[in-house]
């Protein structure tokens, strides 16, 4: 199997766990809010969980008959955030999509994007909780071996 079918693969998946857990046709041409949203998380995770280049991303959109192109997609990335902060839709939708198999691939990506927008007290607590957890799964490995 090649990259870009592995990828259509991948793609073509995360579109029907989505559409199962929101209800919505992320292809249907529409500017609705819920659906922009839909699309949003999609988006967000093919680029940053499956590593997708924003032109293969809007190449399968084309193929499932929704026109978009690049600079759509680098638009949906840079609004994730607004859309993850205000919108209940986007926080309910990723919490069921995080506790399924395709969601625990994107909860780093999601944890990269959480910390980019804590002020300095809070990233520093959160610095020094992963450090902790990190030297402690190093130790009951350690036990373990």
Same mark, same amino acid.
């Given at each position: 199997m090649t990259t870009? *079918? /592995?990828?259509?693969?991948?793609?073509t998946r995360l579109a029907k766990e989505i559409q199962a857990v929101t209800g919505l046709d992320i292809f249907r041409n529409t500017r609705k809010s819920d659906y922009i949203e839909a699309r949003a998380i999609f988006n967000f995770m093919l680029y940053n969980t499956y590593k997708f280049r924003l032109q293969r991303i809007a190449?399968?959109?084309?193929m499932n008959g929704k026109n978009m192109n690049h600079a759509t997609m680098l638009h949906s990335l840079n609004n994730f955030d607004v859309y993850r902060r205000f919108s209940n839709n986007v926080n309910d939708w990723l919490g069921i /999509? *995080?506790?399924m198999e395709i969601g625990e691939n994107s909860k780093k990506d999601l944890m990269k994007q959480f910390i980019n927008f804590l002020d300095e007290d809070n990233l520093n607590k959160s610095y020094d909780f992963m450090k902790d957890l990190y030297y402690k799964q190093e130790e009951l490995e350690k036990v373990e071996n």
């Open positions: 870009r *079918e /592995l990828q259509i693969k991948q793609a190449d399968f959109y084309k /999509l *995080e506790k």
